[in-house]
C-alpha cells in the first residue's frame, strides 16, 4: 500500500513539473481572415502569450530562435501552435514570435484552393460562400464551436453585401468599405454559413481612351474629324441665315388670340 501511496506521489510531482516546466499559456487566439475578390483568403493567427516567470518567457524566446519559421516543428512542440484554417491545404506558411508588452506568437499563411466557393452568377453580381470543411478543425460532435478566448474575423472585400444571416451569431462591422464579420468564443451553432454578393462594375458602352485614339491615330478618325469640323464652320458661317430661318418658321407657326 505505501508503495502504491509512493509511486501516485511519484507520478503527481512528474505531471505537475512536466506543465510547469513549460511556463507559459495563451490567454487570447485571434484568427484574420482576408478574403480577395477571387475567393482566396490570407490568414493570420495570433496566440496572445503570458509567462509565469521572467524565466519562462526566456526559455520560450530561445525556443522560438530554436525552432524557426517551420510549422511542423511548432506543432510538435505543441500542438496548439497548429493551424487552424485549411489543414492540409496551406502554402506560403510562415510563423514569428514577437515580444514586448503584448507577447505573440503569429502564423500568416494562404491556402493552396479558394476558401469562398463561387456560386451563381448574373450580370450583375457573383454569389460567394465559405466552404466549411475549410474549417473542421472548429467543428466537434455535430457544432461548430469558436472556443473560449478565441476571436474570429472575416473581412470580406471590398463592395461586398452579406446575402442570408450569418451562423453562427456574429458581430457585424465595416472596415473602411470591407464588412467584417467577428465570432468571439465560447460560441456554437449546428451550422457554418456565410454567403455574400460581389457586385460587378458595369463597363461603359464606349471607352473613352479607344475611342480618342480612333479619332485621332487612324485615318477614318481624322476624317470623321474633318467633316465635323467642316459642319461646325459651315453653321457658324451661316448662322444668321439660320437664326432668320428660326425666327421666320416661329412668327408663322404662332398663334395669337385676341381678349
Not at 514577437?98 to 503569429?106: A, H, I, V
Not at 491556402?111 to 453580381?125: C, F, I, Q, S, Y
Request: charged fraction near 25%; avoid cysteine; charge should be negative.
Amino acid at each position: 500500500m505505501q508503495i502504491r501511496k509512493m509511486f501516485i506521489v511519484i507520478f503527481l510531482l512528474l505531471t505537475t513539473s512536466l506543465v510547469l516546466a513549460d511556463g507559459y499559456g495563451v490567454w487570447l487566439h485571434t484568427i484574420d481572415i482576408g478574403v480577395e475578390n477571387t475567393g482566396d483568403a490570407q490568414i493570420s493567427e495570433k496566440f496572445h502569450l503570458f509567462f509565469d516567470t521572467e524565466n519562462d518567457r526566456i526559455n520560450f524566446r530561445e525556443k522560438s530562435i530554436e525552432l524557426g519559421s517551420d510549422l511542423r516543428l511548432w506543432e510538435n512542440f505543441d500542438l496548439i501552435f497548429t493551424p487552424t484554417i485549411g489543414l492540409n491545404n496551406i502554402v506560403n506558411g510562415t510563423i514569428t514570435y514577437s515580444e514586448g508588452e503584448d507577447n505573440y506568437l503569429e502564423i500568416s499563411y494562404n491556402l493552396a484552393d479558394e476558401l469562398m466557393a463561387k456560386g451563381k452568377e448574373t450580370n450583375l453580381v457573383e454569389e460567394y460562400s465559405i466552404k466549411a470543411n475549410y474549417l473542421s478543425a472548429l467543428y466537434d460532435s455535430g457544432l461548430w464551436i469558436i472556443p473560449d478566448n478565441t476571436r474570429v474575423t472575416i473581412e470580406l472585400p471590398p463592395g461586398a453585401d452579406l446575402k442570408d444571416d450569418v451562423s453562427p451569431d456574429a458581430e457585424l462591422g465595416m472596415n473602411a468599405t470591407k464588412r467584417t464579420i467577428t465570432w468571439t468564443g465560447y460560441k456554437s451553432a449546428n451550422q457554418l454559413n456565410v454567403k455574400y454578393v460581389l457586385w460587378k462594375k458595369i463597363n461603359p458602352l464606349i471607352d473613352i481612351n479607344q475611342f480618342v485614339n480612333f479619332l485621332f491615330r487612324t485615318g477614318e478618325g481624322a476624317m470623321i474629324i474633318v467633316v465635323f469640323l467642316i459642319i461646325i464652320g459651315g453653321i457658324i458661317f451661316k448662322r444668321k441665315y439660320f437664326a432668320n430661318k428660326i425666327e421666320t418658321f416661329v412668327e408663322n407657326n404662332t398663334v395669337f388670340e385676341e381678349d
